[in-house]
T-cell receptor, first 112, second 114 residues
Framework: DAGITQSPRHKVTETGTPVTLRCHQTENHRYMYWYRQDPGHGLRLIHYSYGVKDTDKGEVSDGYSVSRSKTEDFLLTLESATSSQTSVYFC???????????FGPGTRLTVT | AQSVTQLGSHVSVSEGALVLLRCNYSSSVPPYLFWYVQYPNQGLQLLLKYTTGATLVKGINGFEAEFKKSETSFHLTKPSAHMSDAAEYFCAVSDRGAGNMLTFGGGTRLMVKP
């Protein structure tokens, strides 16, 4: 299995609070991604990174920000959580020379 | 823009029966194609991929898929379903552009009846 961990694995938070999810990889891969998974929608890309300090928006980026200060870590921040951000969040990584992505175990976030 | 359509959000088969999960895509360039499997409360696991070469590709757990350019399809099959195949399956496409990004279909939940 690809060396990807996500923390926390489960989180319950209240509307309006900030939340940060962490993705950590040990593969030294260039690309990292954050997705959200909701029933009927498959996986939708939130943000991605193509290198340290290099990030870009995905399909559903509103309300989210990201940072990548080291190759191995990619953080997803919800500045002010809303109930619509209740979801399962997955991190993925990909090497520079291949197109398949490898996924972490996911974080289940509930915003009450 | 790419899109991926998986026909049937739920598919039910009997143990030992043929599994057929359908995937159609739209892409402006020859795509790379993937199938992923997700077991309950887990992340996605790569099942198989098509990049170039032989259009029939074999993956893990006895699954295979055939890339048919004329039909813009990449259907997933397995000759004989096993109870352990019950999971959600996702088809994804890459246009091989910058960022190595994938576009996913909505997923198909496979149920296997004893």
């Amino acid at each position: 299995d690809a060396g990807i961990t996500q923390s926390p694995r489960h989180k319950v938070t209240e509307t309006g609070t900030p939340v940060t999810l962490r993705c950590h990889q040990t593969e030294n891969h260039r690309y990292m991604y954050w997705y959200r998974q909701d029933p009927g929608h498959g996986l939708r890309l939130i943000h991605y990174s193509y290198g340290v300090k290099d990030t870009d928006k995905g399909e559903v980026s509103d309300g989210y920000s990201v940072s990548r200060s080291k190759t191995e870590d990619f953080l997803l921040t919800l500045e002010s959580a809303t109930s619509s951000q209740t979801s399962v969040y997955f991190c993925a990584i990909a090497g520079a020379s291949s197109y398949e992505q490898y996924f972490g175990p996911g974080t289940r976030l509930t915003v009450t | 823009a790419q899109s991926v359509t998986q026909l049937g959000s739920h598919v039910s088969v009997s143990e030992g029966a043929l599994v057929l999960l359908r995937c159609n895509y739209s892409s402006s360039v020859p795509p790379y194609l993937f199938w992923y499997v997700q077991y309950p409360n887990q992340g996605l696991q790569l099942l198989l991929k098509y990049t170039t070469g032989a259009t029939l590709v074999k993956g893990i757990n006895g699954f295979e898929a055939e890339f048919k350019k004329s039909e813009t399809s990449f259907h997933l099959t397995k000759p004989s379903a096993h109870m352990s195949d019950a999971a959600e399956y996702f088809c994804a496409v890459s246009d091989r552009g910058a960022g190595n990004m994938l576009t996913f279909g909505g997923g198909t939940r496979l149920m296997v009846k004893p």
